[in-house]
């Protein structure tokens, strides 16, 4: 996959760095890196296809966020990286010629193994990716010892697709290179993931 990102700026290198390198920058050149890329997709107005967003992304870097009181909008909390020992995850995948598809959301420590999933839709505007979690799986050492639906969400998956994204969870990503893609979330903090694989 080509990076969709047209600049060739320093955050670029540093994304991508930090996306297939054991060599990491720093957590603060990560922040400032994934700011000024939002920025600059901002500015250059850049569409993401969902096509890019198709996969298995394990999250590799992600902060924090609170709201500033003082000076009022989000502070982001201090960055770091995610152990490969201990992975979480997450997948898109699409329907057939549509803009909606199924998220998954997997967390594994040790032998456990807890999967969140649910419906996703990719309006294409803003390149928000909203979802819904509506189902939960728990598996010890490959065994599924519990699996149901989470009454608890905001929408079942009927009515997913008349709900309004002011409603939804969502991911807003601007950046996509070859190994991959950073997004910030509705709390406000900022996340990169890389290709699953790259984790092995």
Known sequence: MQDVNTSSSDFTTILNQAAKSSDRP???????????AEIAARQEKLVIPFESLLGDWRLCFATGASKDKQRGGIKLGRGYYLPKFTPASIAF??????????????LSVGGIQVKFTGPCRYPGKKNLLVFDFTQIQFQ??????????????????????????????????FWVGPNGIAARGRGGGLALWVRDELSN
């Open 140 to 173: 010890v050492f490959g065994k599924t010892v519990y699996q149901g639906k989470i009454r608890s969400g905001k929408s079942s998956e009927e009515d997913f697709t008349q709900l309004s994204i002011g409603k939804l969870p969502f991911f807003a990503f």
């Open 26 to 36: 720093t957590t603060d050149a990560m922040i400032t890196a994934l700011q000024s």
């Open 93 to 106: 995948t699409r329907n057939l010629a549509s803009s909606t598809g199924t998220a998954t959301n997997q």
